[in-house]
């Protein structure tokens, strides 16, 4: 083979071979604190949202979509593991319902010695694009010893506004800041 063959031939391979290696870009997606700080809210008490249990089928990084049959979206991923996503989303929540600014979560738990622990149990965590974000949740708030002084579980459904992985995530957003906003409920109630 002549020099000039030689080298298209190696042109053609490495142009090959970087275009067989180009691919799709990973999403990442975030569950947030949406719970607008309340001006009237301020309390001196701490908090921290421990390790969140999730089930199973959905403790990945990927987007599990679909009831039933699923789909696991391999390139649509949570930012970080999807239990830390929760509490963090929860204890966001929390700190603008309560207007306490000593709420942490799980595993960054920054507050010493909190007044308050609060448990969750996702039993079920469903995502349906363009039909609804469902999510079954348990809770519990205990004291420093581990005493459950409130409860409740229940479900929260959300419809996204559009098809897009974006709006289901927000779809989620919304249950969690309706499960922040009934554990805010207990927690002052308790303060009374």
């Known amino acids: 083979m002549s020099g000039s063959k030689a080298w298209w031939a190696l042109l053609a391979a490495v142009c090959f071979g970087l275009a067989g290696c180009s691919s799709t870009p990973v999403r990442f997606y975030s569950l947030d604190g949406v719970t607008p700080a309340r001006a009237d809210a301020h309390s001196e ?5 421990a390790q969140v249990g999730i089930p199973p089928r959905v ?12 789909k696991i979206a391999e390139l649509e991923q949570w930012v970080a593991p999807l239990r830390e ?3 963090h989303a ?3 929540n929390l700190s603008h319902l309560l207007g ?14 909190a007044a ?37 579980r229940k479900n929260y459904q959300s419809v996204p506004a559009n098809v ?17 906003e009934d554990i805010a409920q207990a927690v002052v109630a308790l303060k009374q």
């Open 45 to 49: 008490i701490s908090v921290v949202v």
């Open 59 to 70: 403790d990945r990084r990927q987007l599990v979509l679909g009831v039933g049959e699923v």
């Open 85 to 87: 996503e929760i509490g």
């Open 90 to 92: 929860v204890a966001l």
């Open 100 to 113: 306490a600014e000593q709420v942490a979560a799980w595993p960054q738990n920054l507050v010493a010695d």
């Open 116 to 152: 308050l622990s609060v448990h969750l149990d996702v039993a079920r965590f469903d995502s349906q694009p363009g039909v609804g974000a469902m999510d079954e949740i348990s809770w519990s708030v205990r004291d420093r010893q581990g005493k459950p002084l409130a409860s409740g």
């Open 164 to 180: 897009s992985l974006a709006a289901l995530v927000a779809a989620h957003n919304q249950n969690l800041a309706a499960v922040a």
